[in-house]
C-alpha cells in the first residue's frame, strides 16, 4: 500500500470537500512541523540540554521546565510568519500574542499545550503537545484580536490534534469528521498516515485517574472508583485496571486505541479550583478528538465542548473516554458539589 504522507493526506482532504481551507491546511502542516522539531528536541535530552527547571513560573504558578519555554518557543516562531492566524495563544504565556504587524493575519486562532504532562520530561516517559483551532471573528483582520475572542466553546473549534512524544512520536488530528492518526517516519523526516477513522473501543475495564487524591473526592467519584476497586466481588462483577502516566495526552492516546476512562475530577485540595486541567488547550481538543471517535467528554455533569469560558487558562473538571464508561460514571448522579465548576 502506498504510503499516504500528511500533505498528500492534507491536500486530499482540501479537494474532497469543504472540511479544509487552504489556510487550515497551512496551520495543521505547520503546527506538525513544529511537533516534528520539538520530538527531535525530546530525543536529545541531557545531551541537548534541555532538562531541568527554569527557575520561573507561568500565570498558573506552575514552574516551568527548559522543554515547556523552548517548546512555546517553537510553536510560536513556526506559527508567527505564515498568514494564517491572526493570534495565539498557550499555557506557557499569560496573555495572547497578537501576529506581529510586519506579517500578513490570518482566519484563525491557536491555542496550544506546548508540553503536556511536563513532570515526565526529566525522566524519559512520554510528554505531548495539544492544539486547539478557532475561527477568528469577523473583522479579526483590520483590528487587533482580543482575549474575549478566543472564549468560544469547544464546539467552534474547527480542528484540533496533539502528538505524542513515546516510543515512537505520534499525531493524531481531527477537522470534526473523524480522527486520524500519523507516525513520525524519522529517517525521512515525515509523518505517515498510519489509522483512519479511529473509534474508542468499547468494553475495556480500564480507569486513568490519580489514586493519590482519593481522600480529597466528592463522594460520587469515590463511589465510582471504589466500586470499581472491588472488582469482581463488588457491585460491577469485573476486574478493572488502572493505568495512570502522568501525561494526559498518553492517557487520552492509550484510550482512543484502547478504551477505557480518563477522570480528572475537583477535589478539596483547592476547592476554588474547577480541577487541574484546563479548558481551552487541554480539555477542548481531546473533548473534540475524543467525541469525534465516539467517546463522550464531560466535567462531570455537562458536555465540555458546551462550556463558554471565562478566562484563557479556566480550567475544568474531566471525565472522557468510551462513551460506555462515561454513561456509568453519570450512573452515579450529577454532581451539586462543585465537580463541574469552571474557574
Ligand atoms: P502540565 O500541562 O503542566 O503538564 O499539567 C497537566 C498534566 C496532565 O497531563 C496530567 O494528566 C496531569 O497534569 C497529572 O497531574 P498529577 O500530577 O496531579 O497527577
Ligand atoms: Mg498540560
Known amino acids: 500500500m502506498a504510503r499516504i504522507s500528511l500533505s498528500r493526506f492534507l491536500i486530499e482532504q482540501q479537494r474532497e470537500g469543504d472540511a479544509l481551507s487552504a489556510q487550515l491546511r497551512l496551520l495543521i502542516e505547520v503546527v506538525a512541523r513544529a511537533c516534528k522539531a520539538i520530538s527531535y528536541t525530546i530525543n536529545k535530552g541531557e545531551l541537548g540540554g534541555i532538562l531541568g527547571s527554569l527557575g520561573t513560573e507561568n500565570v498558573q504558578g506552575e514552574v516551568q521546565k527548559k522543554l515547556d519555554v523552548l517548546s512555546n518557543e517553537i510553536l510560536l516562531e513556526a506559527n508567527e510568519w505564515g498568514g494564517h492566524l491572526a493570534a495565539l495563544a498557550s499555557e506557557e504565556m499569560d496573555t495572547i500574542h497578537l501576529i506581529p504587524h510586519r506579517y500578513p493575519k490570518g482566519e484563525y486562532l491557536l491555542v496550544y499545550d506546548p508540553i503536556d504532562g511536563s513532570s515526565n520530561i526529566d525522566v524519559n516517559l512520554s510528554v505531548g503537545t495539544i492544539f486547539s483551532v478557532l475561527e477568528a471573528p469577523e473583522g479579526a483582520s483590520t483590528r487587533d484580536v482580543r482575549e474575549e475572542d478566543f472564549l468560544q466553546p469547544g464546539s467552534r473549534q474547527v480542528a484540533a490534534g496533539y502528538a505524542v512524544y513515546g516510543p515512537q512520536t505520534s499525531l493524531v488530528l481531527t477537522f470534526g469528521k473523524g480522527v486520524f492518526g500519523f507516525t513520525l517516519d524519522r529517517e525521512v523526516g515525515s509523518w505517515v498516515l498510519t489509522q483512519r477513522n479511529i473509534i474508542i473501543p468499547e468494553g475495556n475495564r480500564e480507569f486513568a485517574i490519580n489514586m493519590s487524591n482519593h481522600r480529597h473526592w466528592v463522594p460520587q467519584v469515590r463511589q465510582y472508583i471504589d466500586d470499581r476497586l472491588a472488582g469482581r466481588e463488588g457491585p460491577c462483577g469485573q476486574d478493572f485496571n488502572m493505568r495512570w502516566t502522568g501525561s494526559m495526552v498518553a492517557d487520552i492516546h492509550r484510550i482512543l486505541n484502547r478504551g477505557g476512562i ?82
Open 262 to 343: 480518563f477522570l480528572y475530577p475537583w477535589d478539596a485540595r483547592d476547592p476554588a479550583r474547577a480541577g487541574k486541567l484546563r479548558l481551552l488547550y487541554e480539555a477542548n481538543p481531546l473533548g473534540l478528538i475524543i467525541e469525534q471517535a465516539g467517546g463522550s467528554a464531560i466535567d462531570g455533569t455537562q458536555r465540555i465542548l458546551d462550556i463558554v469560558p471565562a478566562g484563557l487558562h479556566d480550567r475544568v473538571a474531566v471525565v472522557m473516554g468510551a462513551r460506555d464508561e462515561v454513561e456509568a460514571f453519570q450512573s452515579y448522579g450529577s454532581a451539586e458539589n462543585g465537580i463541574g465548576r469552571v474557574t
